[in-house]
């Protein structure tokens, strides 16, 4: 598939590429505004997967037969598209993974457990996913080290001054998403990558809300180490890949154990695998890496700057109408935002909000966004949240802003 280098997308024809958008919802056509929790998948990436169980389904690294060859070259030319799509040096750099948590896990029990010590620090922020917080704390609970927490301001930017003061001799990894999925905030990476490098520290990007959004290159990035999740960027879910350098990722232990990690084993001792296999225990979501691969295509062919362009359109035009509603509340105004839109409408609760809109069939999230200390910054138990993908339209963000009023009728 070629790569689109317009800085425009044909929204009508790339929705007709998405056979669920064409699903009425009670009756009414379905508007697709959580994104940010999964992205709907093209027909391509589900004729993939099908395909493979329907032609190729075997296990990889294993046969000698055809079907299992097919299936293993199928499945490393996936990983090869991963990284060139991130471009990483090496397909050694791409660990298949279920996705961002499985990812972040990873780091937090290989690289973590071997590194971190009693005493020692691991940052990360205020406005992580549960998935960035969670495996840190059961490092550092380990560990006896301590997790600190980079704040944010009321706009949702990180404090950055706070952020420098922070970082110590104590600082062993610092762990921070791209681009936030509770407030759509795009992190300024690079300054927190230059700062925590200053200081010999690794850092760890959560890119599960980026790579849908935009071009990302991690070797111009310079991070140490980036997570993706195929389900986020219209591929399937249970799969998704860690990215780590070389030279890290070769002096982690393994994590899990089992087949396919191992070189040779005996009750005496196991040589283990080449990386990235050595990540890479059991049989992997081979038809998922192959999903992935083809969604990682069709972006490509979308081209990612113009999706880019076309989604800073929507947040334009979402936000505007949003803020011109009388008693909606935006959280996350960062100058530099995903097209994600967190909101509250006065005197109704977002569960509420969420079941009136799904009745005139526009799909947005309603809850914490597994973003908790998020909530408990802004004072909130939820808030509503509109997340756009490039299929999106204006008219979509019409029917939201329709349904929102019509809410506010009933709870008049
Ligand atoms: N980090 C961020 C910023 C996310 O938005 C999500 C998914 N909502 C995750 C991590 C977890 O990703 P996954 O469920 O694909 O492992």
């Not at 060139?84 to 791409?94: Q, Y």
């Not at 001792?269 to 083809?294: C, H, Q, R, S, W």
Request: include cysteine; proline fraction near 4%.
């Amino acid at each position: 598939m070629s790569t689109n280098t317009d800085r425009t997308i044909d929204v009508e024809a790339i929705r007709r590429d998405f056979p669920v958008l064409e699903r009425k919802i009670y009756d009414r056509p379905l508007v697709y505004l959580d994104n940010a929790a999964t992205s709907q998948k093209p027909q391509c990436v589900i004729d993939a997967v099908s395909r493979y169980y329907a032609e190729t389904n075997s296990n990889v690294h294993r046969g000698v037969h055809r079907l299992s060859m097919d299936a293993t070259s199928a499945y490393e030319a996936a990983r090869e598209k991963l990284q060139r799509f991130l471009n990483a040096r090496s397909t050694k750099e791409i660990v298949w993974t279920r996705g961002t948590t499985e990812s972040i896990n990873l780091v937090a029990q290989s690289l973590g457990r071997s590194k971190v010590q009693a005493g020692d620090e691991v940052l990360i922020s205020q406005m992580e996913h549960h998935s960035n917080i969670v495996p840190w704390q059961l490092l550092c609970e380990e560990r006896g080290a301590t997790l600190k927490v980079i704040p944010m301001s009321e706009q949702g930017d990180l404090v950055l001054d706070a952020y420098e003061e922070m970082l110590s001799d104590r600082t062993k990894i610092v762990a921070v998403a791209h681009v936030s999925n509770a407030l759509g905030t795009l992190n300024p990476v690079e300054h927190i990558i230059e700062r925590a490098h200053a200081r010999g520290v690794p850092v760890l990007l959560d890119g599960a809300q980026a790579t849908p959004h935009m071009k990302v290159d991690v070797q111009a990035l310079n991070c140490d180490f980036y997570t993706v999740s195929g389900h986020k960027m219209f591929g399937p879910t249970g799969i998704g890949a860690l990215y780590g350098k070389e030279a890290l990722l070769d002096a982690m232990p393994p994590w899990h154990g089992g087949g396919d990690m191992i070189k040779s084993v005996s009750f005496d001792g196991t040589v283990f695998n080449d990386l990235p296999y050595k990540f890479e225990a059991g049989t992997p979501n081979i038809a998922g890496a192959i999903g992935m691969g083809v969604a990682v295509d069709y972006l490509e062919q979308v081209g990612l700057d113009a999706a880019a362009a076309w989604e800073a359109e929507l947040l334009e035009y979402g936000t505007a109408l949003l803020n011109g509603m009388d008693g909606v509340r935006i959280f996350g105004t960062a100058a530099h935002k995903a097209a994600v839109i967190s909101f509250e409408v006065r005197g109704i609760h977002p569960h509420d909000l969420g079941t009136i809109l799904d009745r005139e069939g526009v799909a947005i999230r309603a809850g914490h966004h597994c973003a908790q200390p998020v909530m408990e910054f802004y004072g909130v138990a939820a808030t509503a949240r509109a997340s756009m993908a490039f299929y999106n339209t204006k008219s979509e963000l019409d029917a939201l802003a329709a349904a929102i009023e019509k809410a506010q009728d009933l709870f008049a």
